[in-house]
Nanobody
Framework: QVQLVESGGGLVQAGGSLRLSCVAS????????MAWFRQAPGKERLFVAA????????YYGDSVKGRFTISRDNAKNTMYLQMNSLKPEDTAVYYC??????????????????WGQGTQVTVSS
């Protein structure tokens, strides 16, 4: 089992940048593929990006492609989401998620077994 804690959210103006972090504890971090999802008030949870155990494979949702970058540092048990050129529609609670399938880089939230508590990102216009 793995425990996930997100940080790095906050308030930023449109066009700005933020970097989210997700620190994992518990079983070996490098055994897991990881992902970011987001959920705005009253809306469904949406896929943002995913990364395999080594970082060699990544996958992005269409709305963030070219603006966001997912990465991980297995030595630090940490995954990151660098968010650039932020837009008001990026406002949401951002969640990190993990699956014990190390090469599963997929968008469906049901594939991920472990979730963090979320961090709020607010982008003002």
């Amino acid at each position: 089992q793995v425990q996930l804690v997100e940080s790095g959210g906050g308030l930023v103006q449109a066009g700005g940048s933020l970097r989210l972090s997700c620190v994992a504890s518990g079983r070996s971090f490098s055994s897991y593929a990881m992902a970011w999802f987001r959920q705005a008030p009253g809306k469904e949870r949406l896929f943002v990006a995913a990364i395999n155990w080594s970082g060699s494979s990544t996958y992005y949702g269409d709305s963030v492609k070219g603006r966001f970058t997912i990465s991980r540092d297995n030595a630090k048990n940490t995954m990151y989401l660098q968010m650039n050129s932020l837009k008001p529609e990026d406002t949401a609670v951002y969640y990190c998620a993990a699956t014990p399938q190390p090469n599963m880089v997929v968008a469906g939230w049901a594939h991920y077994e472990y979730w963090g508590q979320g961090t709020q990102v607010t982008v003002s216009s």
